[in-house]
């Protein structure tokens, strides 16, 4: 019995603690040899910050990022990052003394005060260098300097001005020579030279120092530089050209060596930096830091430029350059797990990399919008592997500490969410579908083809006839809060396709999960069509009936009772189906009668915050946020008689409810005292950080910072390309009927558009007045707020305007 014991102990000792575990179901099979327990799971935890075009460095302890509008941040670990300074090149940013002073050279040749990605390097002095540019964004009119810091978080002292570009007939060189000698052109042409914006200043294996920068016009150049004193070493003009031409939309370049592939991997940006620009990351190698370098396919960049007359010519460029990634949502669809509407970016680009040569991992660092955020932005960084032909491939998901290992078989058998990111340069957001890679090597569903895993990690897929290489690697999605079994591979023609893998069920269990999921939304005071969902996880099918369609139709369509009848009760009724199963769900429908047309509130401000139609409760004072308190408003001279005015600490929140539907006006007299992007006057939004109108007297870049009308449910801009002066009365008015909106100031119509997203559709809506959940409050006088249901006419707004 005692070696009947010991013999149990030693084979005991044997057997991984891990088996004799409950295993973690992520969409993987439980697989004897290399099971996934619940101790192994370890929940990642993220902070964000927002900086754009973010250049990396790593200084101690910290990877930092340095990016336009000398915005930068820091990071330990690349998941958790500690904003050092947001947007702002002001004398208030801490990267310089005073940078309007520092740098005033600089922003009177560009003739802006906006300052585009910067990119920060140590040289050998042990001291940090910042390449700097400026740039008007609408021309090629700039300039490039380097200033200096002991401290890479600053402050910098200005080295001066090394390059410039966009010079006019007569204008001089940097230093003082004409432009007229060998090395730069008598007349400037922004479709041949360079506009001198993005740099990035890299060590190669040898140990020289280059700079590479370029953005649309001319392309991309490299100049070899001084390691001493971080400036171009004399007489290379402009430097070597590598790429671009004719104002294609090419930018961003950014170089790291591999010393495992003995290759130089340029990194640049395709398509424009907006929401519906088509921004997309690329990458081209050489054997060489000054090129040339090459595609997959064996192009030279060289060759990747519009053609001659024509602008912004992305036909031409598209087939220039692997594409790691562009437009894309694995999207989460009723049933699946987790909430919102799935993990994907809008416009990824403008990155930078990392290599780090003690583990060989690679980082892509880069800023990214988001499907349905319109422009906000933030920094993500995926990693990076490289596949057999040694070109990287990026990791489907964010960075979460994960690590290239071994995976099984029976890990990757299963259904997938897929993305092919094409090679196209488009807004166009490319929605993941289904395959299944089968026990049998198959690929099926939306594509045909096969798999295969080759060593450890090895990805290989045929699909379509072309042949994809990368790695397969288990990875924490962030929409189900789950780790998932992915594959990210690249095709010889450069295109990238990535797999993220789903969990394994029935579909008795995808019918269950799309009715346990399947929601409206508040439908007790509803005043608005509704959207009804016809699909769900897994191509479940929902089909819908209605008890009264005349209210409520089996499309979602909503009439409301006529004003002044009673509210109506609907039951709308889903029925889920997935193959021979299925089930019903009813939801209870209140529709609210159509309010009467005309005024629904006046604040007159005459002493106090009192609506005088009698119709709603009197506003209150707010701190500099809606939610905040201590604020204050006093009152002086208005329009008509009093106006209450807002310190610029101070807002007024208003009662919600008070715009209900999609056909309302809003008229208001302002005199602001100052002005800032992004500041609001009137606001209105439910509790969703998306779902909003702001009325701001001074806008932001993409409406030339105009007076405009701005929503963030579909980020809508309506611009009046019209600045309200400071320190004098102006009239602005706007009137939203379904869809159709038109924004007046002065009494002329200054926008009209459509599409207008539908944002008040509950009765618990908020409205505030000065000051907003986000931005800096309005600082100024306001008068006359008055608020209809309804649209007024062009001459019913003439004459608010001319009270």
């Known amino acids: 019995m005692q070696k009947i014991f010991v013999l149990f102990l030693v084979v005991l000792l044997f057997v991984p603690a891990s088996t004799m575990a409950t295993p973690v179901n992520y ?41 336009s509008h000398l915005a930068a941040a820091k990071t330990k670990d690349l998941m ?21 002073e520092e740098l005033k050279e600089t922003f009177e040749w560009a003739e802006t005060d906006t300052l585009w990605a910067a990119d920060v390097t140590q040289l050998e002095d042990g001291r940090y260098y910042m390449y700097y540019n400026a740039c008007r964004g609408d021309s090629p009119r700039s300039a490039m300097g380097v200033a200096v810091a002991d401290n890479i978080e600053g402050p910098y002292e200005d080295l001066g001005i090394i390059l410039k570009s966009g010079m006019r007939d007569g204008e001089e060189d940097v230093d003082g020579t004409p432009y007229d ?40 150049f490299i100049l070899e530089m001084d390691p001493e004193t971080g400036m171009p070493i004399p007489g290379q003009g402009y430097g070597k050209k590598l790429l671009g ?38 990458v081209a190698r050489s054997k060489n830091p000054d090129g040339p370098y090459y595609d997959s396919e064996g192009n030279n960049m060289i060759d990747a430029k519009g053609e001659e007359g024509t602008f912004f010519d992305d036909r031409s460029i598209e087939p220039y350059g692997v594409k790691l990634m562009g437009n894309y949502l694995f999207e989460r669809k009723i049933g699946d797990p987790g909430t919102g509407i799935g993990t994907g970016y809008v416009s990824p680009g403008h990155n930078s990399a990392y290599y780090d040569e003690e583990t060989g991992k690679q980082y892509l660092i880069f800023h990214s919008r988001f499907p349905q955020t319109g422009e906000m932005h933030q920094i993500r960084v995926h990693q990076l592997f490289m596949n057999e032909d040694g070109w990287p491939v990026a990791a489907p998901y964010r960075y979460a500490d994960e690590t290239l290992e071994k995976v099984y078989r029976d890990d990757i058998i299963g259904t997938y969410k897929f993305i092919n990111h094409g090679k196209d340069i488009s807004a166009e957001l490319k929605k993941s579908e289904y395959i299944t890679l089968e026990k049998n090597n198959k690929v099926t569903g939306v594509v045909d083809g096969k798999w295969k895993k080759t060593a450890h990690n090895k990805a290989e897929l045929t699909i379509d006839g072309e042949t994809y290489k990368g790695v397969f690697l288990r990875q924490w999605d962030t929409t189900s809060e789950s780790y998932r079994m992915t594959f990210t591979a690249l095709s010889e023609k450069g295109v990238a396709v990535w797999g993220s893998r789903i969990l394994d069920w029935t579909d008795e269990e995808v019918v269950e999960a799309v009715k346990s999921d399947l929601s409206l939304g508040d439908t007790s005071a509803v005043v608005s069509d509704l959207t009804l969902p016809t699909e769900g996880t897994r191509e479940s099918e929902i089909s819908w009936s209605s008890s009264d369609s005349d209210i409520v139709s089996e499309e979602g369509v909503v009439t409301r009772p006529e004003a002044g009848s009673g509210e109506a009760t609907v039951e709308l009724t889903a029925t889920i189906s997935k193959g021979d ?61 009093e106006a209450s005015y807002f310190d610029g600490t101070s807002g007024v929140k208003l009662p919600n409810g008070l715009i209900l539907g999609n056909e309302y006006s809003v008229s208001l007299w302002l005199n602001p005292e100052t002005v800032q992007p992004f500041t609001t006057t009137f606001f209105g939004g439910y509790n969703d950080p998306q779902s909003w109108i702001s009325l701001l007297p001074r806008g932001h870049d993409f409406v030339n910072n105009d007076t405009m009308l701005w929503s ?33 100031v002065n009494g002329e119509e200054k926008f009209s558009g459509t599409n207008f997203p539908d944002v008040f559709k509950t009765p618990e809506s908020q409205f505030s007045l000065g000051v907003n959940w986000w931005d800096t409050p309005y600082h100024g006088l306001m008068d006359e707020l008055q608020i209809y249901h309804g649209k007024l006419t062009a001459e019913e707004v003439a004459e608010l305007a001319n009270h």
């Open 581 to 641: 199963v299925f089930d019903t769900k009813t939801f209870e429908i209140t529709v609210l009668p159509e309010r009467e047309k005309g005024l629904l509130a006046h604040y007159e401000f005459e002493g106090n915050l009192v609506d005088t139609s009698g119709n709603f409760a009197a506003g209150n004072v707010t701190g500099d946020r809606i939610y905040n308190s201590g604020g204050t408003i006093s009152y002086a001279d208005g329009k008509v008689g």
């Open 245 to 282: 031409g004719n104002h294609s939309r090419i930018e961003a370049p950014y170089v790291v060596y591999n010393p495992e592939t003995d290759y130089y991997y340029m990194y640049l940006s395709y398509g424009g930096l907006t929401a519906d620009g088509g921004y997309n990351i690329r």
């Open 181 to 220: 000698h060998e090395h730069f052109p008598e007349n400037y042409d922004a479709t041949v030279h360079p506009n001198v914006v993005d740099p990035h200043t890299f060590f190669d294996k040898d140990g020289k120092l280059w700079m590479m920068y370029g953005s649309y016009s001319g392309g991309f």
């Open 80 to 100: 958790k990052w500690e904003v050092i300074e947001e947007d702002g090149a002001d004398s208030d940013n801490r990267l310089f003394e005073d940078v309007t």
């Open 27 to 67: 969409g993987a099979a439980n697989n004897e040899k290399n099971p996934h327990n619940e101790s192994e799971e370890v929940t990642p935890v993220f902070e964000d910050a927002s900086v754009h075009d973010p250049s990396v460095i790593k200084a101690g302890d910290y990877y930092y990022v340095f990016g």
């Open 712 to 744: 963030g449910n579909a980020w809508y801009d309506a611009g009046t390309d019209t600045k309200i002066n400071t320190n004098e009365w102006s009239h602005l008015a706007f009137t939203v009927d379904h869809g159709e909106i038109k924004v007046y």
